[in-house]
């Protein structure tokens, strides 16, 4: 069994809004890259995006940026 804990953060993207939904891992066996991910689904346009980050701030700026085009780099 997994403890999630969820951290939203609404970022505007042009003018679009949007929710980003990010879970931190405080307990349990799931194996991630990093204690905070953010999980973008496919659209049309982009596949299916997983970003890992240190800190929830850290992968909502990760989020934004690559909703905005921009490649994230973690």
């Avoid at 905070?36 to 689904?41: A, G, S, Y």
Wanted: with cysteine; net charge positive; proline share 5%.
């Amino acid at each position: 069994m997994c403890i999630l804990k969820e951290h939203r953060y609404v970022v505007h993207v042009g003018t679009v809004k949007h929710v980003l939904r990010i879970e931190e891992l405080v307990f349990g066996p799931a194996v991630w890259r990093d204690k905070f991910r953010l999980q973008i689904p496919a659209d049309p346009n982009s596949q299916a995006t997983t970003i890992y980050g240190a800190s929830a701030e850290e992968v909502a700026k990760l989020g934004a940026d690559f909703l905005g085009g921009r490649t994230p780099k973690n």
